[in-house]
């Protein structure tokens, strides 16, 4: 391992210069006069690894994809864990009541279609499916994300039933393996076969996680993060049964605690994390995380019919920190599209908005006049 305090060589014009706290320089160098394709590549990884470094050098950023990075190491422990629970909890429903839940003579022709919160189910199979999932949810009285579902499949797909007590959005999920950690987490306090796990726990997660991904300018401070370390640690502890789940909370313990260096290819790790983590794996990271946020914004859009100036403003400086970090813009084309988009239906809002301000504002001026001629 690299001592701290050491110069890194990127083999590419310049040197990240690693200081004793973790934190990084650049030091420019003469270009290597290397022909061809090559140079440009090593020029290329050179770069993203000076923006990466400089991105780390912000501690509150730091904190911030720690965090989301906990929560990825959260998900992928309980995924197997929530994927055999919920198959084996549909299987218990259906043996209790099949002549109910799975008649052979009976299936649903596939024209029960749920909006959003909305479900009205068409056939009597759904509607019974419908009244189970409400049996056992929690808060049968809230939001309940009936799009989520194809209900026809509730009789024969595990998961399309557990879909139902997950926030919006999950719609295209097919398993466990592709949830995040707020879909676990939901179906965990949502649904109460999984009532043995400490709810409180569940739920100061969800708020911890909730908190990261809207924090507007993606930074954490040292005290949130060490709070969610506390929060995330407390709830692996309710999984001391499921052995992914203990790494995990080995793996988060020392994450944590690290100063994260950017491991340079062909060098030693220069941090002591447990597992090796490069540079790719590292912006491979913020990737997840930008998309997931990104992802909020278009479905509150599509939920809502509307942005708020207040996410309005999330949206530009998302926008303008990619803008400023060429090595995450490029990897994030079609999410700054969808940005773009968003940003077009809101000034056609905006514009829309206007247009009928002003022909209010003519009608009540019109009024006024007529009521002064009288």
Request: with cysteine; glycine share 6%; charged share 25%.
């Amino acid at each position: 391992m690299k001592a701290l305090g050491a110069s890194v060589s990127l083999g590419t014009g310049s040197l990240l210069a690693v200081t004793k706290t973790g934190r990084f320089r650049r030091r420019s160098l003469a270009r290597p006069t290397v022909p061809g394709a090559d140079a440009e590549a090593k020029i290329g990884l050179a770069m993203a690894l000076a923006e990466l470094a400089a991105r780390l050098n912000c501690a509150e950023y730091k904190n911030w994809v720690k965090a989301g990075h906990s929560l990825l190491l959260l998900r992928a422990a309980l995924q197997r864990f929530a994927g055999e629970q919920v198959h084996a909890f549909h299987r218990q429903l259906i043996a209790r009541s099949s002549a109910r839940l799975a008649p052979p003579s009976r299936q649903c022709s596939g024209r029960c279609s749920p909006r959003g919160k909305q479900f009205q189910p068409a056939c009597s199979l759904c509607k019974e499916w419908k009244k189970e999932i409400l049996n056992h949810h929690t808060q049968r009285n809230g939001d309940i994300h009936w799009g989520n579902c194809r209900p026809w499949l509730w009789p024969s797909n595990s998961w399309e039933f557990a879909k139902a007590y997950m926030p919006r959005g999950k719609a295209d999920t097919p398993g466990p393996d592709k949830c995040d950690a707020s879909a676990l987490l939901n179906l965990f306090n949502f649904c109460d076969h999984f009532s043995n796990i400490d709810q409180k726990k569940i739920r100061e997660v969800i708020k911890c996680r909730n908190e990261l991904m809207h924090s507007s300018e993606m930074k954490v401070s040292s005290s949130w993060l060490k709070s969610f370390g506390n929060h995330i640690q407390n709830l692996l502890t309710e999984f001391q049964h499921v052995p992914e789940a203990q790494h995990a909370c080995t793996r988060i313990e020392k994450l944590l605690s690290s100063d994260w260096a950017v491991h340079v290819p062909g060098e030693d790790q220069l941090d002591g994390l447990e597992d090796e983590m490069s540079q790719s794996q590292l912006s491979e990271i913020e990737r997840e995380l930008i998309k997931e946020r990104l992802h909020e914004f278009r479905l509150l859009l599509e939920e809502q019919g509307k942005m708020s100036e207040e996410n309005l403003n999330r949206i530009q400086m998302v926008k303008n920190f990619l803008k400023n970090n060429l090595d995450l813009q490029s990897s994030l084309q079609a999410e700054i599209q969808n940005l773009e988009d968003l940003g077009q239906e809101w000034d056609s809002q905006k514009e829309s908005m206007k247009d009928t301000q002003e022909v209010s504002d003519e009608h009540k001026t019109d009024e006024g006049k007529s009521y002064n001629l009288k």
